[in-house]
């Protein structure tokens, strides 16, 4: 699937292949600390190899400029039966590629593949900080479920809440 950034750049957007761990590593390796100061690190290689083995029957869509992977997005699935059709979302773009309408993009491709592959909700968490990923969840279709105060602790040592959202599909 084609996208075209803001700025007019031509961005392809298919699901994931083995081959695209590599790119995948690069680009965590290549983000800045400001980019990643809402996320869990670390973002090593054995943890991205968790990620794309452990799905649980989800979606990961890659975001390709070139042969270069700038974004990824996930949903994962649960195994448990009482959590059948129940997902998890997860986003990172490379911030040369921020604000430039990819992240909103990619969110509602991978809500519309999950639906079609039969989820009934995704949920996230979020820390109430992060105001882009606020706004391009809640124009997705997620709404703020509940507020968990102090519930991040950020590397500047202060603590902040967390969101969470979901969409039930
Ligand atoms: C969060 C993220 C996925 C958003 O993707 P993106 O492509 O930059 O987002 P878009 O350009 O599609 O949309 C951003 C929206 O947030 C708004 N926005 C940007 N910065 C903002 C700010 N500081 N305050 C409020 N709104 C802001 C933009 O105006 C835009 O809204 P609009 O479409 O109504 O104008 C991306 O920034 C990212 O990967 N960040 C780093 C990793 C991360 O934080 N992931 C999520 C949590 S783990």
């Known amino acids: 699937?084609?996208?075209?950034?803001?700025?007019?750049?031509?961005?392809t957007i298919r699901e994931f292949e083995p081959a695209d761990l590599d790119g995948m590593v690069q680009m965590f390796q290549a983000m800045s600390k400001e980019a990643l100061q809402f996320g869990l690190p670390p973002y090593d290689r054995p943890r991205l190899e968790r990620w794309v083995t452990g799905l649980g029957g989800g979606v990961l869509l890659v975001a390709i400029d070139k042969a270069t992977v700038v974004g990824v997005a996930m949903v994962f699935g649960r195994p448990h039966p009482r959590f059948k059709g129940i997902g998890e979302f997860?986003?990172?773009?490379?911030?040369?590629?921020?604000n430039q309408g990819l992240g909103s993009f990619l969110t509602r491709v991978i809500i519309q593949e999950v639906r079609r592959k039969g989820f009934h909700r995704v949920g996230l968490e979020v820390v109430a900080d992060n105001s882009a990923a606020v706004r391009v969840y809640e124009k997705a279709g997620f709404v703020i479920?509940?507020?968990?105060?102090h519930a991040f602790y950020g590397e500047d040592g202060t603590y902040r809440d967390q969101l969470v959202m979901g969409c039930v599909l």
């Open 90 to 98: 997860v986003i990172y773009l490379h911030q040369e590629y921020h």
């Open 1 to 11: 699937m084609d996208f075209r950034l803001k700025n007019g750049r031509p961005i």
């Open 145 to 149: 479920e509940g507020r968990l105060r």
